[in-house]
């Protein structure tokens, strides 16, 4: 179920999630998904992606290109610090257009569902490698997914420089030590995140971070194990 960590360090890291989720009806909405994007995208209604301050080159674009399409909204601006706040985040009206993937995401091991979108880009522009936050004392549980592999995604080693990419259709991975982001493709890509509140019996399966809580998916990556020290 991991993406190995490279040496004896936790990054870069993901835990891939393919195994608990159902990839064959994931990859079954990548048509439909697809058609509704670009019908968006002829209306041109949808926020531009804004990858926040912590980039890894603080020239590259804050705003590469990408568009959101909200499936659930907040009863108050954006913040990432939100993100685990379920009951603030209710379903969109944009949800409506997607009932396919809402169908797939209410069987994901969430207990409580909060930020939902999907992130596209109509010319598949680069992803500027960024951090979300910089508390590690915030982790944040969400399902990274993707209903092809169109969009070559990575995580990287702030450090090494070292980049992995997901290699499956879904992943979890820390937000927080780690920079994510996207090469280029020059066609239309998309990923789908899902943020919310883990079961228990999800959560069961993972080692515990008492420190730099924020590390939990990395160190589950890393021992693949419950128990392991945090």
């Known amino acids: 179920m991991t993406g190995a960590a490279s040496g004896d ?72 610090y939100d993100l685990n706040q379920c009951e603030r985040w209710s379903a969109s009206k944009e949800a409506e257009e997607f009932p396919e993937l809402m169908e797939l ?32 004392e915030l982790c944040h549980e969400f399902i990274w997914m993707r209903t092809n592999r169109d969009k070559p995604f990575y995580v990287l080693d702030p450090e090494s420089g070292e980049k992995r990419y997901i290699a499956g259709h879904s992943a979890w991975f820390d937000t927080v030590n780690q920079y994510h982001g996207a090469d280029a493709t020059g066609e239309l890509a998309w990923s789908i995140r899902i943020d919310g509140r883990f079961t228990d019996e999800f959560r069961a399966l993972m080692p515990t971070a008492a420190e730099n809580p924020a590390s939990r998916a990395a160190l589950w990556a890393k021992w693949g194990t419950v128990g392991q020290p945090g």
């Open 9 to 80: 360090g936790l990054y870069p890291s993901y835990v891939d999630l393919d195994s608990i989720i159902d990839v064959h009806r994931l990859r079954s909405l990548d048509g439909c998904i697809r058609e509704r994007l670009q019908r968006r995208l002829a209306a041109e209604r949808d926020l531009a992606f804004y990858t926040g301050p912590f980039v890894l080159d603080e020239q590259a674009p804050t705003l590469p290109g990408s568009r959101l399409v909200y499936l659930a909204r907040s009863d108050r601006p954006d913040d990432y």
């Open 105 to 136: 995401i209410a069987t994901l091991p969430f207990a409580a569902t909060a930020r939902m979108m999907i992130m596209y880009d109509p010319d598949g522009s680069a992803v500027t490698a960024h951090r979300d936050h910089v508390s590690t």
